[in-house]
């Protein structure tokens, strides 16, 4: 058992190359066998599951991107505007804790003051914003993936395969931020202002009109402040977290994996994904939360104001929230390219010319 656990802490997402080859047996001739003698390691080619399977487009190909854009939108868009009454709560928390005192507490305040009505305010911003956010996190990091594994070469891309996550996954969402922010100002001056308005129809002319344009892009900042650390973690951690999962837990090989069992290892190492997420973009949410209810504040100001500990209220909502939200989201989104027959490959292995230069190989 404490083997096991050794194991999965070496294999943690910020392995350096030298280390990861270490600890895959790959370091060279003096390297101690990965297992027992008789039980030699098990073999996972790059493109062992797409030998059997015809797919409706190349990997990289104008249309993969297209359709992982309408993944994107699919995946985000229907679930942030499922857990519309989740975000509501814990964003009325952040803005006013003394009345919001707690998840549950919440939940009865709001409920006793606008009715189960009031529960789904904020749901078309939501929808509009979230959709476009994924249209550009999931479809630009497929693209930025491919263009920086180009750049890097195939022996680079897989040596530094977390930085190549990390670096595509902050490009993407620094663009899906843009398209985000104009919807996320609106639904939170919905939700966390009672009497400014209950719909966006009645809320983007009011906001235009008392602050023009900036009153949808203010928050633009903090946006990237929350959401690119989460994206970035999101992406990366879950990549390596599925990697992890073929090889120590799942007890066949990738390729011998049904559909609906690769579609479990993806819900789980979304929701693992997903709380570390939470976690590191909590701060961040919490002032653009109280930056988009408040007029002439800045986002200094507002973390000045806030404090340590203010900062941090809401958080068990938002991990509830976000780990079940990033688990649907990566479940929807490779059901999207299931059902489009787009190319998945299997987690990277050791690309043949490394192997060659290492000695690995006869």
């Known amino acids: 058992m404490f083997s096991s656990v050794a194991h999965l802490a ?3 997402p910020f392995n350096a190359p030298h280390l990861q080859l270490v600890h895959d047996g790959l370091a060279g001739p003096s390297s101690s066998p990965a297992g027992p003698p008789g039980a030699p390691r098990r073999p996972r080619k790059l493109a062992a599951a797409a030998v059997e399977e015809q797919y409706s487009c190349d ?7 297209i359709l992982c854009g309408l ?15 989740l975000d509501l709560v814990k964003c009325r928390m952040q803005v006013d804790p003394q009345k919001y005192k707690g998840i549950f507490n919440g939940f009865s305040v709001t409920l006793k003051e606008d009715g189960v009505r009031g529960l789904a305010k904020g749901w078309a911003p939501t929808f509009l914003g979230y959709s476009m956010q994924g249209l550009c996190k999931f479809g630009f990091y497929e693209v930025f993936k491919v263009l920086y ?3 890097l070469g195939e022996e680079n891309a897989y040596l530094w395969r977390t930085s190549l996550y990390l670096a595509a996954s902050a490009s993407a969402e620094f663009f899906a931020d843009i398209a985000l922010a104009p919807m996320e100002a609106a639904k939170v001056r919905i939700q966390t202002q009672p009497g400014y308005a209950n719909t966006l129809r009645d809320a983007a002319p009011k906001m235009y009109k008392e602050e023009g344009l900036k009153a949808f892009y203010k928050g633009v900042a903090p946006l990237w402040m929350r959401q690119i650390p989460y994206t970035m973690m999101k992406f990366a951690c879950f990549e390596r977290t599925v990697e992890a999962l073929y090889k120590f837990v799942v007890p066949k090989p990738r390729s011998e994996c049904s559909k609906a069992e690769q579609l479990v290892v993806t819900f789980v190492a979304g929701y693992i994904a997903g709380v570390f ?13 109280v930056l988009n209810k408040e007029k002439g504040s800045s986002a200094s100001q507002v973390l000045q104001r806030l404090g ?15 780990g079940t939200l990033t688990a649907l989201q990566w479940f929807i989104y490779d059901s999207v390219k299931v059902y489009f027959r787009l ?9 043949e010319s490394l192997k060659k230069k290492l000695g690995l190989t006869q």
């Not at 939470?278 to 919490?286: L, Q």
């Not at 500990?309 to 809401?314: A, D, S, T, Y």
């Not at 190319?343 to 690309?351: D, G, I, T």
């Open 10 to 12: 070496r294999a943690n």
């Open 59 to 65: 990997y990289g190909s104008g249309r993969f991107f």
């Open 277 to 289: 997420c939470a976690i590191v973009s909590h701060p961040a949410d919490s002032v653009v939360s």
């Open 343 to 351: 190319p998945r490959p299997p987690p990277p292995e050791m690309p």
């Open 149 to 151: 594994s180009n750049m």
């Open 71 to 85: 993944g994107g939108i699919i995946s985000c868009g229907t679930t942030h505007t499922a857990l519309v009454p």
């Open 308 to 322: 340590f500990k203010g900062v941090w209220k809401g958080l068990f909502a938002r991990i509830i929230m976000i």
